[in-house]
Structures are given as C-alpha cells and as structure tokens.
C-alpha cells in the first residue's frame, strides 16, 4: 500500500510568510506524528495526534506553530510569521493502533525561510 | 528528560570492515528502542526494533542490536558493512507513550 506522503516536498517562503505543510498517513493508521529535523541533528517531535486529537503538543517551539487533523486522517502543520530559525525538513509520521510501536516516516517538507 | 546520546559522529569505513555504532539513552522506566537508517536522497526507514523479549534483535540486511538494560545502551553492528550501507544511522527511544527522541544520528561512509 501507499506509505506517508508529505506535500509539499520542498517550500521557500519570505520571513513573516504563513505556511501549511501536509500529512497525508497511511491508511488506518491512527496515530500521526510531526518532527522537525534540523541540518546535522536527529528529529526533534512537535506533535502527536491520536485520532483527531493532539495527545501531546509538547514539542511545539511556541504559538507559532499549529497544527489540526480534523477527520482523523490528513494532518497539516501551520506555521504563522515564519523566521529564519524555523528553516528544517518537516517529518511526518503515522502508527497503526493495533500495539506496534513502529512509526512509518514520510519523504520531509524541507522548507527555508527567506 | 529522556534524551538519545549517539558517541560517533562521522564514522568511515572500509567494505567488509565490522560496524558498531553506539547508543546510550536516559530514560527510567520501560521503552522501545529502535534504529532507523536514512540513505542519501531517501525518507527515514526502520532498521530494527526492541521491544521486549530477546535483547539481541537482529534487522534488515545483516544488521543487529543488542539492548543492554543495565548500561541503557542499544548499541548498532554489523560484521562486515558494504557501500551500499553508506547512510546516516539514528538511534531512538520512545516510553510506549508515543513521541520518539531521537539521537543526534551517525554518518556512515563505507569506501569501496
């Protein structure tokens, strides 16, 4: 089957732009993940939604950052007044409910800010 | 709080050397752990997991780790690596509560 898609694949935008980026889960999957990889670092987790629900938004940097997954399946994150620092490749990831713990990782946004 | 500390940054080897990559994370109470492999131009792909049971699992083309509970260490091997494994190599932790913390990664670079 089709795995995480992640849309778009790269984005350049002006510093104090808003932008969405996409997360298209596996089918089923009912956990969804962001993370954000900075150059040279390992992910770092944003937020994690289970269902429609954020479960645990702890990773968001501050108010800047949003994100929604209203019917349960296609999440996007939204970045409002973007900074330069914000610059990184977006991951996303999704988890099926039936007891795996194994989180299956989207290509990445990679966005840059301007 | 739970942290992934990888101890080699850049790691270059030559085809048929032996591979270890090590691990170590802090975190007190029961977690899975995991090594994810991201090849250039390529999205992150599961290696191999830990979550219970035997603490040597083996993974994907030839690759094992082994949990070690008392050092908190899930340290990556493999008896002899080939080109194709060149690659930046994460370790992972999760404590069954959903987000992973992921160690800062290690770039492998296998000459030919």
């Known amino acids: 089957g089709a795995g995480v898609s992640q849309t778009p694949s790269n984005k350049v935008t002006e510093k104090g732009k808003y932008v969405e980026l996409r997360c298209d889960p596996i089918s089923g999957h009912t956990a969804l993940y962001w993370y954000r990889q900075s150059l040279g670092q390992g992910p770092e987790f944003l937020i994690y939604?289970?269902?429609?629900?954020?479960?645990?938004d702890s990773g968001l940097p501050n108010d800047r950052f949003f994100a929604v997954r209203p019917e349960g399946s296609v999440s996007t994150l939204k970045i409002q007044r973007t900074e330069r620092g914000d610059s990184a490749v977006y991951l996303c990831a999704s988890r099926s409910s039936g007891g795996s713990y194994e989180q299956y990782f989207g290509p990445g946004t990679r966005l840059t800010v301007t | 709080a739970q942290s992934v500390s990888q101890h080699n940054h850049h790691v270059i080897l030559s085809e048929a050397a032996s591979l270890e990559l090590g691990c170590n994370y802090s975190y007190g109470g029961t977690v899975n752990l995991f090594w994810y492999v991201q090849y250039p131009g390529q999205h992150l792909q599961l290696l191999l997991k830990?979550?219970?049971?035997?603490?040597l699992v083996k993974g994907i083309k030839g690759f094992e780790a082994e949990f070690i509970k008392s050092k908190f260490s899930f340290n990556l091997r493999k008896p002899s690596v080939q080109w194709s494994d060149t690659a930046e190599y994460f370790c992972a932790v999760d404590n069954q509560g959903g987000k992973l913390i992921f160690g800062q990664g290690t770039e492998l670079s296998v000459k030919p």
């Open positions: 830990y979550f219970s049971g035997d603490p």
């Open positions: 939604f289970q269902g429609t629900g954020a479960a645990d």
